[in-house]
C-alpha cells in the first residue's frame, strides 16, 4: 500500500494508506471523508477538490492542464506553486508519501 499525508482545513494530519489503483487523489481524500467535495466527479470543472501540495512533490506531478490552471487560478486560495487540483493527480507509487494540505473551502 502507498500513503498519502492529508492536512485536513482544521490542521489535522491523517496518513492514508491506498493501493495504486487508479485513482486519483481527489477519490482517495474524499472516500477517507477529508472535506473534499469533489462536486464535478473528477471532471476538472468545479474546483472543490483543490490542495495545496508541499514543494517537495511537485517535480513528480504531472503538469498542469490549460483546463485545471484557469479553474484552480480562480480560486480565491490560489497559491501559484503549490495549488492543484486533486482530481487531475493519479496516485501512482511514485506519489507514495506525497503530502497535501486541503485547500480552505471557497
Known sequence: MAKIVVTSRQGDVRE????VDG????EIIRDNDLE????CGGCC??????????REWQDKLP???????ELVSS????DEESSRLSCQIPFTEELSGIKVI?????
Open 63 to 69: 503538469a498542469r492542464t490549460e483546463e485545471e490552471y
Open 36 to 39: 473534499i467535495e469533489a462536486i
Open 102 to 106: 486541503v485547500a480552505p473551502e471557497e
Open 75 to 78: 480560486t480565491e486560495h490560489f
Open 23 to 26: 485513482r486519483s487523489l481527489m
Open 16 to 19: 492514508l494508506e491506498a493501493p
Open 45 to 54: 470543472s468545479c474546483a472543490t477538490c483543490h490542495v495545496f501540495v508541499d
